[in-house]
C-alpha cells in the first residue's frame, strides 16, 4: 500500500521502501518463527471472486480467535457501565445491523442525535460515522460507543477498572483472552477489547444479494424486468444516484488492498437548511468537526447495500421508508416549515450538483424501490456466524 | 591462470553477448516525466475551491522538432498508472493523492511536442469495476459497465454553487446498466490532444480550468454529466474540448480544444 502510493510520485524511493519492507518482512517473520511461535490463526476472507480484500491495520492482524472474542463482546451488555446496554443493543443483525428507531438511546437513557448506522461491508469504509474525517479506523472508532459521552452511549468512561472486572472473574473471557491475545500478560484491557470487536465487526462482509448475482455472478435471471429497470435508473444521468452512492459497495468511501485511498467528499443532500443563525442541538455534521463553515450540513453517503432492513433512513432517521427517501431526492431537497429547524433545503446554498430533482412515473418509482431491495443479501441478516453467542435461547444478556 | 571448464566459458561467453545486446538493443530509451499543472488563469478568485480534477490519458506520443513521433512507454506504477492508461489527478484529497505526471520511458531526445488522448480506449472502458487492475479500480470514476468511466472529471465551486463536468463516452447500448457493450459507444468522446513549440519533459502542460469555470457559470444548469448534446448546461463546455456534442468525434482532430494549453495562461493555444 504504502509503496504503491509513494510509487506515484518518486518510483525510486518506492523501490527502495519496497527493498527496505522486504528485509523488514522476512526479519519479523524469522522471529515470528524462531521465537514467540502462534500468534493466532490467520482469519480467510470468503470474499466473491475478484472483489477485493479489505485493508487491516498493521497492529491488529485478523484472526480466527480474536473474531471470537469479539463476536461475545458484541453481544455482552457487561461492557457498559450499568450492564444494559452492548454494541448489539443498537446495532442489530436483522436490521443489518441498525436499529427500527429515528435516533439512538443510550444505556443510561440519553438522547443520541444520531440514527444507529447499519454495518455492512465496514471493513471497506474509509471514514467513520456519518460526518467525520479523522476516524479511519474500526479499532479508533470503538472508543466512541465505549467511552464518548456526548452522548453517553456505553459510558464505559470512568468504570474501567470495573468493566475488566467482570470480564476479568469469567473463565470463559480468560479462556478467549488467552487464545486472541496469546503472550501479553494483563491481556484483558480496553486495547484488547477494541481490536476484538473492531476484529469481529470487520468481518461483516455482504455480497450475496440478487443484484451481486446478476452483477458480478452474471446470472440474466437473478433481477426481475422491474429491478433492471430500476437499476438503470439508479445509474442514470437522470436520478444520479450512483454518482455519490458509488463503486461495489454503493458508497465513495472505498478503501481497499489494491487501490489508492478514496478520494472521500461529504454532501449536502437538502435534507436541512435552517434558517436560524443558531439552533440548539442542531446537527451540521461536518462542520461539527472541522468548524469550516462550508462543511454546513455535510454528510457520508452511506452504502445502500441491506438498505431494505435499515428503516428509518438519514443521518436523523427523519426519513421513515425508502418511498420517502425517493420523494426527497426527486423534490431535489426537503422543505421545512414548522418548527426551530425550518428552512428550505432544496436551496442550500452548497447542495450538491447531483441533487437537482427529477420527475418519476409511479411505475419508475416502483422499479427505483424494487431495485434498491435487490440489495437485500438475507444470508447476511441470519449468517449465523454473526449472530448471538450467548444462544440457545438467544436472548441477550439485558 | 587455471584453464576454466569448457563449459564455463561458453556460458560465460554467451553472458558477455547477451549483456552486449541488451546494452545496445534494449536501452535506446530514456526514462521520461510529463508534468500537468492546473490553471485558474485569468478566472482565478471566481473560481471558488477545484474540488476535483482528474483525467485519464493514454496514447502519449512525444514530438521532435522534425515531427517524428515517439511513443511513451507507460511504466506500470499501481494505483496510477498501467502499461495503458494513467490517471492525472491534479486536486487530490489531503495532498497525498496527487498525481500529476506520466513517467515512462521514450527513445529521442529533443522534443518539441506531445501529443495524447484523453480518455479509456473502449477495450479497457466496460470492465467489472471491481476486479478493474489500477488505474481503473476507481468508483467514483465509474459510471457503469454500460458507459464506462468518467475520462475527466471536473468538480468546481464558486461563491454560490457547484459546478460539474464530467466527460465519458454515451451512446453505449448493452442488455443493461451492468452489463458491458459489445459495439464501440456511438459518441466515443475521446479528445486528441496536439501541443507543439515546447519540451514536455522540461515543462509542464496547464490545464485550463478556467475555461472550463467561465462555460459552467455562464450557464442556469450546473452540470454536465452525460447528455452532452441536448443538455443546456454543455454547449459551451463542450466546445471546450474541441469534440462535436451530436457524434462525439473530434472536429478537425479536436484542435480547437481549449482545456490543455502550454506556458502561461496568456499565450495562445496551438
Not at chain 2, 147 to 169: M, P
Not at chain 2, 254 to 263: E, I
Request: proline share 5%.
Amino acid at each position: 500500500m504504502w509503496s504503491t502510493l509513494i510509487a506515484g510520485r518518486h518510483p525510486d524511493a518506492a523501490r527502495r521502501m519496497r527493498g527496505f519492507a522486504l528485509s523488514i518482512g522476512s526479519m519479523l517473520l524469522g522471529l515470528t518463527i524462531g521465537g514467540c511461535g502462534f500468534n493466532g490463526t490467520e482469519y480467510r476472507w470468503q470474499l466473491p471472486d475478484g472483489f477485493p480484500t479489505p485493508l487491516v491495520p498493521e497492529d491488529n492482524p485478523l484472526t480466527v480467535e480474536k473474531i471470537e472474542l469479539g463476536r461475545r463482546l458484541f453481544y455482552d451488555t457487561r461492557l457498559s457501565a450499568n450492564a444494559r446496554q452492548a454494541c448489539a443493543s443498537c446495532h442489530r443483525q436483522e436490521h443489518a445491523f441498525s436499529e427500527p428507531s429515528a435516533i439512538a438511546i443510550g444505556s443510561t437513557g440519553q438522547k443520541h442525535r444520531r440514527n444507529s448506522m447499519a454495518l455492512v461491508n465496514v471493513a471497506y469504509s474509509a471514514t467513520f460515522t456519518w460526518a467525520h474525517p479523522g476516524i479511519t479506523t474500526l479499532e479508533r472508532h470503538m472508543l466512541i460507543p465505549l467511552f464518548g459521552d456526548a452522548p453517553i452511549e456505553m459510558g464505559a468512561g470512568g468504570h474501567e477498572k470495573e468493566i475488566l472486572q467482570r470480564l476479568k472473574v469469567e473463565a470463559d473471557y480468560q479462556r478467549l483472552f488467552a487464545e486472541a491475545f496469546p503472550f501479553q500478560r494483563n491481556r484483558i484491557n480496553f486495547d484488547n477489547v477494541s481490536k476484538a470487536i473492531a476484529s469481529f465487526v470487520r468481518t461483516f462482509v455482504s455480497f450475496d444479494s440478487p443484484f451481486d448475482r446478476y452483477a458480478y455472478g452474471g446470472d440474466d435471471s437473478a433481477l426481475t424486468e422491474s429491478e433492471i429497470r430500476g437499476m438503470n435508473l439508479f445509474m442514470s444521468e437522470r436520478l444520479e444516484c450512483s454518482h455519490c452512492h458509488s463503486g461495489f459497495n454503493f458508497s465513495q468511501f472505498v478503501t481497499h488492498e489494491s487501490n489508492a485511498p478514496a478520494e472521500s467528499p461529504f454532501h449536502v443532500t437538502g435534507l436541512y437548511h435552517i434558517e436560524a443563525q443558531s439552533a440548539d442541538g442542531f446537527d451540521f455534521g461536518l462542520f461539527e468537526v472541522t468548524s469550516n463553515p462550508a462543511d454546513k450540513d455535510r454528510f457520508k453517503a452511506p452504502t445502500l447495500r441491506n438498505i431494505e432492513y435499515s428503516a428509518p433512513y438519514m443521518h436523523d432517521g427523519s426519513l421513515a421508508t425508502l418511498e420517502e427517501v425517493l420523494d426527497f431526492y426527486a423534490a431535489g431537497g426537503r422543505e421545512i416549515t414548522q418548527g426551530v429547524w425550518r428552512g428550505d433545503g432544496r436551496k442550500h446554498p452548497a447542495k450538491s450538483a447531483f441533487v437537482r430533482g427529477f420527475v418519476l412515473t409511479e411505475q419508475e418509482k416502483q422499479d427505483v424501490i424494487s431495485f434498491l431491495h435487490s440489495l437485500s443479501d438475507e444470508r447476511f441478516v441470519t449468517d449465523p456466524r454473526f449472530g448471538n453467542p450467548f444462544a440457545p435461547d438467544r436472548a441477550r444478556r439485558e | 591462470m587455471v584453464p576454466l571448464p569448457r563449459t564455463f566459458r561458453i556460458i560465460f561467453l554467451s553472458w558477455l553477448t547477451i549483456i552486449g545486446l541488451v546494452a545496445c538493443v534494449g536501452d535506446r530509451s530514456n526514462s521520461v516525466v510529463v508534468q500537468f499543472e492546473m490553471d485558474r488563469g485569468d478566472a482565478g478568485n471566481a473560481i471558488g475551491e477545484v474540488r476535483d480534477l482528474r483525467f485519464y490519458v493514454h496514447d502519449v506520443e512525444l514530438l521532435d522538432a522534425s515531427g517524428q513521433a515517439y511513443p511513451l512507454a507507460l511504466t506500470a506504477l499501481a494505483p496510477w498508472q498501467s502499461a495503458d492508461l494513467a490517471l492525472i489527478d491534479l486536486v487530490g484529497q489531503q495532498q497525498t493523492n496527487l498525481n500529476t505526471a506520466l513517467r515512462g520511458r521514450a527513445q529521442g531526445e529533443q522534443f518539441s511536442g506531445i501529443r495524447f488522448k484523453v480518455g479509456v480506449p473502449f477495450t479497457l472502458n466496460h470492465v467489472n469495476l471491481v476486479t478493474a487492475a489500477p488505474p481503473l479500480d476507481r468508483g467514483d470514476l465509474f459510471w457503469s459497465w454500460q458507459t464506462g468511466y468518467k475520462f475527466l472529471r471536473a468538480d468546481l465551486t464558486d461563491a454560490n454553487r457547484e459546478w460539474s463536468f464530467h466527460l465519458g463516452s454515451t451512446g453505449c447500448v448493452s442488455a443493461s446498466a451492468v452489463r458491458a457493450p459489445d459495439q464501440p459507444c456511438s459518441r466515443p468522446n475521446l479528445i486528441r490532444v496536439e501541443l507543439r513549440g515546447f519540451d514536455p519533459t522540461k515543462e509542464p502542460i496547464r490545464v485550463r480550468i478556467d475555461e472550463l469555470f467561465k462555460s459552467m457559470s455562464t450557464l442556469q444548469s450546473s452540470v454536465c454529466t452525460g447528455d452532452y448534446e441536448y443538455d443546456r448546461g454543455c454547449a459551451d463546455v463542450i466546445s471546450k474540448t474541441g469534440l462535436q456534442a451530436s457524434n462525439g468525434e473530434c472536429m478537425n482532430d479536436c484542435r480547437g480544444q481549449r482545456l490543455f494549453t502550454v506556458h502561461v495562461s496568456s499565450a495562445t493555444h496551438q
